[in-house]
């Protein structure tokens, strides 16, 4: 019989190592995200929370997350159908979801680390200017996610993935707060926060430095009206705003990620675990108001 040094009983020895056996297992535990069950229109459905869905933006963000939603949130969503095309060289699958329940999730973005890192510039007097904050999912929505890729050594290889939020022409539920930040005085000041409505986000496989595409359906001020003239007038810019919005640099591992749950998708896989996010600060649900 083999014992540990001050320990006097076999039973101790297995009592250790079965503690040490479950802590391993909850450090493992803790090293993934959630994990989002896929039905694809079939068999059971599986409803999945929005913070599940979601959870893809503390992966690309490369500033620290906190995830805010509202107190009795039933947001959930679902992947209703799969489709695919290939010519033995090339795929192409779609699959659409949609967003069903109540309420609203927020992921703040803590930018301090920004402005520290252009502190000098600041103080200069210069500015930082379109800055991603916050991205946004309220109420019920529909879209999809398109797949493109290649066969590899009879390996499917995604280089494409595309969530799409506006299908069937319904509104986009997603929308993303940008703001610039300015010297002045010696102080850093918040100026010009908008509100842009999201259409898509596209990830690439690419050389060079990660990045997202994002295309707008409507950007207007965060204190503008709701009316039809307002409303207007922020869809005309949304569209211009297309032409000069330059693709967001994201983390590689949240790009990564991305990929990862294009081929789930591409191939029906069942379940699809995200890893898990270093920069996710908290998850918070604010009390009733």
């Given at each position: 019989m083999?014992?540990l ?23 493992a ?6 994990t ?9 459905p ?45 795929f192409?699958?779609?699959c ?11 992921n ?22 379109h800055?991603?904050s916050?991205?946004?999912v ?10 493109g ?22 509104a ?7 703001e ?17 409505r ?30 039809l ?8 810019k ?21 990929l ?22 908290a ?7």
């Amino acid at each position: 019989m083999i014992f540990l040094h001050g320990t006097k009983s076999p039973y101790r020895l297995v009592a250790l190592l079965g503690f040490l056996l479950a802590a391993g297992q909850a450090i493992a535990a803790a090293a993934s995200g959630p994990t989002l069950h896929l039905d694809y229109g079939e068999g059971v459905p599986h409803d999945n929370a929005i913070s599940t869905f979601m959870y893809f933006v503390p992966l690309i963000s490369p500033e620290p997350v906190s995830v805010l939603t509202n107190a009795g949130n039933t947001q959930c969503a679902r992947v209703l159908s799969f489709s695919c095309q290939t010519n033995g060289v090339n795929f192409h699958a779609t699959c659409e979801f949609d967003f069903t329940g109540t309420g609203s999730q927020q992921n703040i973005l803590d930018n301090s680390g920004k402005i520290r890192q252009h502190q000098r510039e600041l103080q200069a007097g210069d500015s930082i200017k379109h800055v991603l904050s916050a991205i946004t999912v309220a109420g019920t929505g529909r879209g999809d996610v398109e797949i493109g890729g290649v066969f590899t050594n009879g390996q499917c290889q995604v280089n494409l993935v595309r969530l799409r939020f506006n299908r069937h022409g319904r509104a986009s539920p997603v929308s993303i707060d940008l703001e610039d930040y300015c010297g002045r005085n010696g102080e850093v000041q918040v100026e010009n926060p908008v509100v842009a409505r999201v259409n898509t986000l596209t990830f690439q496989r690419m050389p060079g430095t990660p990045k997202m595409e994002v295309s707008l359906a409507s950007i207007k001020r965060k204190d503008a009206g709701n009316g039809l003239w307002q409303n207007f007038l922020g869809e005309i810019k949304g569209v211009t705003a297309n032409l000069f919005l330059p693709p967001l640099k994201i983390e590689p591992e949240g790009q990564q990620a991305m990929l990862e749950f294009g081929l789930a998708l591409a191939t029906k896989t069942p379940e699809f675990t995200f890893p898990f996010a270093i920069r996710l600060k908290a998850a918070s649900v604010p009390p009733a108001s």
